[in-house]
């Protein structure tokens, strides 16, 4: 099962000019629709005075959600070559605005074309690539006798701890896997006596 993912560490920029328009290119990570809603929101907000505010996004494994929006350019001249530089990249989970300033002249499908694919190719070439891993959220409910036991489950198996209680009689635990080895952990969990996980 492949588990791992390609996106990016932090925000990145990106310019490109021509005959006088400039293309500033912007990707973030992102994990969901609506914040990648809300960033082109603010890049319209922040750049007012541009003219266009064209973007794509990937999320999910293999890229599964994506769109591509050409905000008032000619049909697939700037959404679509922003996507086709994430998917070169192999990039998910990660969204890439591209703010046009108009600079007078025309630059023709082809033009705009380049320099929306341009402006994009700079932003990821600036940007820092990580590999990532999908994970679930394992919840394991238990009495306060199997805490050894659940807490050398959690050291043996790298676990990150999302909550903890131990204050009641019955305790809880929920904690990130990465999904390649949830159900190995899920099997551990409940080879111990009276505990329960979801």
């Known amino acids: 099962m492949n588990d791992t993912y390609i996106t990016i560490a932090a925000p990145a920029e990106g310019v490109y000019r021509a005959k006088g328009s400039k293309f500033i290119a912007y990707l973030f990570p992102v994990q969901s629709e609506q914040e990648a809603k809300q960033h082109v929101a603010a890049a319209k907000q922040e750049h007012y005075g541009a003219r266009h505010h064209c973007y794509a996004y990937r999320m999910g494994k293999d890229g599964a959600l994506f769109r591509a929006n050409d905000d008032g350019e000619p049909s697939g001249t700037a959404g679509k070559p922003i996507l086709g530089q ?12 591209v703010v046009r300033y108009f600079g007078g002249t025309l630059l023709g499908t082809s033009g705009l074309i380049v320099a929306y694919r341009s402006a994009a190719a700079a932003a990821v070439a600036n940007a ?32 990150r701890v999302l909550s903890q209680d ?27 006596p009276t505990i329960h996980t979801t």
């Open 128 to 159: 820092q690539v990580v590999q990532r891993t999908w994970d679930v959220v394992l919840t394991a409910k238990f009495p306060y006798t199997n805490l050894n036991g659940v807490m050398k489950i959690v050291k043996d198996e790298q676990l």
């Open 166 to 192: 131990f204050d009641s009689g019955q305790c809880s635990i929920s904690v990130s896997v990465r999904e390649g080895k949830a159900q190995r952990v899920q099997d551990r969990f409940d080879q111990l």
């Open 86 to 97: 994430l998917l070169s990249a192999n990039l998910t989970n990660v969204l890439l605005v």
